[in-house]
């Protein structure tokens, strides 16, 4: 049974950094690359990130605001991908979700993905 399972949300102040963890079961890394995904309230889900089963190649998809901050991962031992984000804004604020998807894409979409994390939430706040 394929499960993505993430961890490492909850509050952080701003200009404070933040790593999540997505642990992986049923599969390993080899066979789907893994995406990030963040919902902000009231607003449709992004795509943040992307790392490549194929060669561990990290793919930016954010917008101008959000790039520079963020970093990929993964740690084929641990069976685990993180997402790190640094200087972090009350505007990150977020359910952060990871994704398997069969390669990263061009466009990251929620329509490329195949299996899903149930999502932690961020909150960014004084």
């Known amino acids: 049974q394929v499960q993505l399972v993430e961890s490492g949300g909850g509050l952080v102040q701003p200009g404070g950094s933040l790593r999540l963890s997505c642990g992986l079961s049923?599969?390993?890394?080899?066979?789907?690359?893994i995406g990030w995904f963040r919902q902000a309230p009231g607003k449709d889900r992004e795509g943040i990130s992307c790392?490549?089963?194929?060669?561990?190649?990290?793919?930016?998809y954010t917008v101008d605001s959000v790039k520079g901050r963020i970093t990929v991962s993964r740690d084929i031992a641990k069976n685990t991908v993180y997402l790190t984000m640094n200087s972090m804004q009350p505007e990150d604020t977020a359910v952060y979700s990871c994704?398997?998807?069969?390669?990263?894409?061009?466009?990251?979409?929620?329509?490329?993905?195949?299996?899903w994390g149930q999502g932690t939430q961020v909150t960014v706040s004084s």
């Open positions: 790392i490549s089963s194929f060669d561990g190649s990290t793919y930016d």
């Open positions: 994704a398997a998807l069969a390669d990263c894409p061009r466009v990251l979409r929620e329509a490329d993905v195949e299996y």
């Open positions: 049923g599969f390993t890394l080899d066979h789907y690359s």
